[in-house]
């Protein structure tokens, strides 16, 4: 437990020189102008990087902060946050479409003062989906649809073609919109006089700079430094829900394991990897940590106490913590409940086919099977005695006791009664069960 703790001590150590912010500048003169590249999946993480870029940007006392854009699309509520940002920077953000502004990618492009295209490129196609890719549903759809139109507005641009985007029975046939047709610009309808949705064509980013008279001051180059793009890749959407399945797994197997090894070292690092992205992108506070250390605590105390109620509450608070760090707490707790499933179905198969190797499982469960198979008989079985008579010593109504050869046997009759001191014949044995009718005399075996 000491040596993992220190390594990933000494991970946090390395991961903070890391995350020294890494820029390039290149033609050197005047105000910087800042070079954003967009062009992954549009996740939490994504804001932390922004919210660093666009402070930095703000203090450089820059002239213009040029997003270029290649997304198709990502989490609303991380698009909601980055609009925000944006709306609330003093600096002029231009949007530079390079092929792709898809989704949450047209919604952030819509926050920019100002948007051009490369000549390829396409903006829209803005509805809202679920986790599963299908359409979210309706109070979800209703507000991602205020959200474009609020986008739209925040621009001084018609909000109808926002609109579009993220509602397919907005009728726009000239744009192949409506009809269950979400709409899609070209850079050529987009620059047309009755939309405006860009400012221009440029065939590249250089081509821009020239075209805003950018060209003669400081273009500072911007790239994520190591813990954005760790937080990045641990926030996004499908990768939290498999840290937790690590983590619910590899303490299933723990708990089933003598002493402490891989499985459990597994499980503590995804959890703390999921707390430590989500702390750097923003979205965890320091009270869901001390919420989780609480939980953990708990956990361990249930070691020494009795009762379960200290496991329980440090289960809740761990859950909880976990919930509040993911900014969307619908989200995470799905996540959550796939983790959930994922240690359910991974105790199922530990004891179904490694039940008797498990070195907690066996103080736990009794494993071992009384069978024939295994060398153990529930009861004699005294097939011996058939045939043989006895002296009944009780009434047999119909159980009773009979003495044969000086012994005592508990038996019962095939149903009729039998009076004390008769003679009887063992007719059947089942177990310890003993069947016994009535001899006429002595010696009598019909």
Known sequence: MRKMIGKFLLFLLFASVLSVPFTSAVNAGGNPVYHVKLDESVERGLHAYLKRVFGEAEEANAKAIILEINTLGGLIDAAGQIGKLMDETEVQIIAYVNDRAISAGAYIALHADEIYMSPNAKIGAAQAVDGAGNAAQEKSDSFWK??????????????????????????????????????????????????????????????????????????????????????????????????????????????????????????????????????????????????????????????????????????????????????????????????????????????????????????????????????YVSNVNRVELLGKQGLAITPLRPSGTIELDGERIDVVSQGSYIDRGKHVTIVRVEGSRIVVRESKEKGDNE
Not at 170 to 183: I, N
Not at 250 to 259: A, I, K, M, N, T
Not at 274 to 279: I, M, V
Not at 363 to 374: H, N
Request: a negative charge; zero cysteines; hydrophobic letters at 55%.
């Open 146 to 375: 205020a959200e474009m139109v609020s986008a739209a507005n925040s621009s001084g641009r018609d909000a109808k073609f926002a609109l579009a985007m993220a509602d397919d029975s907005v009728d726009l046939p000239q744009y192949r919109a409506g009809k269950g047709q979400l709409l899609t610009l070209t850079a050529k309808e987009a620059a047309e006089e009755d939309v405006k949705y860009s400012e221009g064509t440029v065939s590249s980013f250089n081509e821009l700079i020239e075209l805003k008279g950018f060209d003669g001051s400081e273009i500072i180059q911007t790239n994520l430094t190591f813990t954005e793009s760790l937080a990045r890749f641990i926030t996004h959407p499908v990768v939290v829900p498999i840290l937790l399945s690590i983590a619910g797994l590899g303490l299933v197997v723990e708990l089933y394991s003598p002493g402490f090894g891989v499985p459990g070292t597994m499980a503590i690092t995804s959890l703390l990897l999921f707390l430590f992205g989500h702390l750097v992108a923003g979205l965890a506070g320091y009270e869901t940590l001390i919420l989780f250390i609480i939980g953990v605590i708990l956990v361990i105390l249930e070691f020494f106490l009795a009762g379960g109620i200290a496991g329980a509450l440090g289960a809740i608070a761990i859950i909880a913590s976990i919930i509040l760090a993911g900014g969307n707490p619908v989200y995470m707790a799905y996540s959550v409940l796939i983790a959930i499933a994922v240690a359910i179905s991974g105790m199922v198969i530990l004891m179904k086919f490694f039940g008797k190797k498990l070195h907690l499982l066996n103080k736990m469960v009794l494993m071992d099977a009384t069978d024939t198979e295994s060398g």
